[in-house]
T-cell receptor, first 114, second 112 residues
């Protein structure tokens, strides 16, 4: 009955590879997000989708491509991985249509690029 | 623009000490304010929230009051426990509810 689940939890890969992280939410929320957390715990918004429509697209290399097949899923695909991509990636969701809805986070995917 | 500033850590306290983590914000319109907690190896969990001026959010002994006049939302707890050791994030959502702005996080360690 996990609310926001993302897989895998750990991802170790080599530079130049392509990888995907999957995220699903069972809260019925209308908006999903991807955040990147660096080693100093700083959180940076990457993307946001509302009902499958991209609404936030921060300055992120175009090697990162989000895909939302339906409003319960938001996957993150990363091409040509670089050392600097190593971080923890968090998926989150909220019900923007409901005023003051908080974010609900998944447990994160720790990506290590070697 | 919108932003959140919270006190730098790390903070180390003895068990049963009083905790304050300062948070101030800059926002247009009427933001909602949140405190999130991140335990090691986990995602962020909502700790408490306040949606309008003078609201007090509270949970698990933690409290924070939405102060519009000082644009602050300081987190307090009267008596911390070892299990409160975590990273705490102050955040706001803008008037649309679409965009969230996070502080840099404050690491708290409580020692027995």
């Amino acid at each position: 009955d996990t609310a926001v689940s993302q897989t895998p939890k750990y991802l170790v890969t080599q530079m130049g590879n392509d990888k995907s992280i999957k995220c699903e939410q069972n809260l019925g929320h209308d908006t999903m997000y991807w955040y990147k957390q660096d080693s100093k715990k700083f959180l940076k918004i990457m993307f946001s989708y509302n009902n499958k429509e991209l609404i936030i697209n921060e300055t992120v290399p175009n090697r990162f491509s989000p895909k939302s097949p339906d409003k319960a899923h938001l996957n993150l695909h990363i091409n040509s991985l670089e050392l600097g991509d190593s971080a923890v990636y968090f998926c989150a969701s909220s019900q923007v249509a409901a005023y003051n809805s908080p974010l609900h986070f998944g447990n994160g995917t720790r990506l290590t690029v070697t | 623009g919108n932003s959140v500033t919270q006190m730098e850590g790390p903070v180390t306290l003895s068990e049963e000490a009083f905790l304050t983590i300062n948070c101030t914000y800059t926002a247009t319109g009427y933001p909602s304010l949140f405190w999130y907690v991140q335990y090691p190896g986990e995602g962020l969990q909502l700790l408490l929230k306040a949606t309008k001026a003078d609201d007090k959010g509270s949970n698990k002994g933690f409290e924070a009051t939405y102060r519009k006049e000082t644009t602050s939302f300081h987190l307090e707890k009267g008596s911390v426990q070892v299990s409160d050791s975590a990273v705490y994030f102050c955040a706001l959502s803008d008037s649309t509810g679409n965009q969230f702005y996070f502080g840099t996080g404050t690491s708290l360690t409580v020692i027995p």
